[in-house]
């Protein structure tokens, strides 16, 4: 994969970012980051402790700190979480730079399917009206990616990925 070229992984919780992203760094043979997991290093504590004990407003100062952090560092592919790309002050940082951004969008329904499915404790989707306000909401931010990626119910996230690198690598990195 091309030296400059970087790419973020978007989109709601439960579409399967994490996954795509392990997927795509595994078939580009390159580095991964997932900014959710170096919070939770960091921070010795789960996101959900972390919103819990201290409230959304820091999580996404400590969000926003972490990412400045990532966007340093030599991993090619990065994984939001769900509300990162929301907040201003990150996309300008993310567009400062030379990523690529992915909007990877499913329906609601898969979405809350795999969100209901985790062990995962997400305190901004604890019931499915507010997840589903809360993803409405937001399709008019995640579409402010440069790429826009539908997966297909039938598709899975080995896929998905798969899809990824023909499709957007080749138009963008060649
Ligand atoms: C959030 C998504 C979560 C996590 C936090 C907030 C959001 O990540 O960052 O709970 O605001 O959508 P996932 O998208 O990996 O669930």
Same mark, same amino acid.
């Given at each position: 994969?091309?030296? $400059?070229?970087?790419?973020?992984?978007?989109?709601?919780?439960?579409? /399967?970012?994490?996954?795509?992203?392990?997927?795509?760094?595994? &078939?580009?043979?390159?580095?991964?980051?997932?900014?959710?997991?170096?919070?939770? #290093?960091?921070?010795?504590?789960?996101?959900?402790?972390?919103?819990?004990?201290? /409230?959304? $407003?820091?999580?996404?100062?400590?969000?926003?700190?972490?990412?400045?952090?990532?966007?340093?560092?030599?991993?090619?592919?990065?994984? &939001? /979480?769900?509300?990162?790309?929301?907040?201003?002050?990150?996309?300008?940082?993310?567009?400062?730079?030379? #990523?690529?951004?992915?909007?990877?969008?499913?329906?609601?329904?898969?979405?809350?399917?795999?969100?209901?499915?985790? =062990?995962?404790?997400? @305190?901004?989707?604890?019931?499915?009206?507010?997840?589903?306000?809360?993803?409405?909401?937001?399709?008019?931010?995640?579409?402010?990616?440069?790429?826009?990626?539908?997966? =297909? @119910?039938?598709?899975?996230? !080995?896929?998905?990925? =798969?899809?990824?690198?023909?499709?957007?690598? !080749? #138009?963008?990195?060649?």
């Amino acid at each position: 994969m091309s030296n $400059e070229k970087r790419v973020i992984l978007t989109g709601f919780m439960g579409v /399967g970012k994490s996954t795509v992203a392990k997927h795509l760094a595994a &078939l580009l043979d390159c580095e991964r980051i997932d900014l959710d997991s170096v919070i939770q #290093y960091n921070e010795h504590r789960t996101i959900a402790e972390i919103i819990e004990q201290e /409230g959304i $407003e820091r999580f996404r100062r400590i969000e926003t700190e972490t990412l400045r952090q990532i966007l340093e560092s030599s991993a090619k592919i990065i994984a &939001l /979480g769900g509300g990162a790309w929301t907040i201003e002050e990150n996309r300008r940082l993310i567009k400062s730079r030379n #990523y690529t951004t992915v909007w990877l969008e499913s329906s609601f329904e898969h979405c809350w399917l795999n969100i209901s499915a985790s =062990k995962r404790v997400r @305190p901004l989707a604890r019931n499915k009206s507010d997840a589903l306000r809360l993803f409405e909401e937001r399709q008019r931010v995640y579409c402010l990616a440069d790429w826009h990626f539908i997966i =297909k @119910p039938e598709l899975n996230s !080995f896929e998905v990925a =798969k899809q990824i690198a023909e499709e957007i690598f !080749f #138009y963008e990195f060649n």
